[in-house]
């Protein structure tokens, strides 16, 4: 996962605009985004760098398991003080390594591309955005599977859930998350939350049957920096 949401992943008309994002659905008012690759990481203000790490919990508490020290850093972002990635930061790292990206003519991501050399092939990330600039959906294609996730958010922008397809080697995978937000920052941004993560599985048959399935819970945490 990311963005992953990406990232995953971000997300109101011109998303370079630096004031606030209104949801038309609602009376509330999301918090700013000062462009559109900061945005797509759920990142408010003029973010430096991000790095994102992921650890296994209990339950949706974020109950960590006794003498469990594992992390596994997922992204290490890096952005320029106008909010855009700074792919040549040393150590700059989101998924697979640093990625080619093409953008619409909001400046919004829509692919970004990595060579995989175990593969020998490229694995490419779609990206779509909803009318607050938010991604609405992600599509991955490469390697042996073909995988598609969609995302809702709340009213001030947090990504809240995500439901996923992918399909390889016979076999369907259906994925429902739910976030929660134990801690955010003095800028809003959520530093630590929990996902809660439902797997399916089953045969490419088209029987529509999963009689695989799991439950598991990840912590979610960022350490961000700002320019000052």
Known sequence: MLC???NATDKCGDCCDSTSVT??????TALNYINSDTQMNELFGNVKSATFNVSMAQDFEGTPFPNDDYEDTRNNLFFTPDGEYDLKAEGFYWRLDVPKLKRNNKGQVVTATWYVSDFDTEVSNKYEYD??????????????SISEEYYTYDDDSYLVSATGTSAGEGTIYKTNITYKILEKDDHQNWTKRVAKIENQSGPDDGSDTYPDSEVYYEVHSRVIEYYK
């Open 4 to 6: 992953s949401c990406g």
């Open 23 to 28: 949801n038309d659905d609602s009376n509330k």
């Open 131 to 144: 009318e607050r600039g938010m991604v609405k959906n992600l599509e991955e294609e490469g390697t042996e």
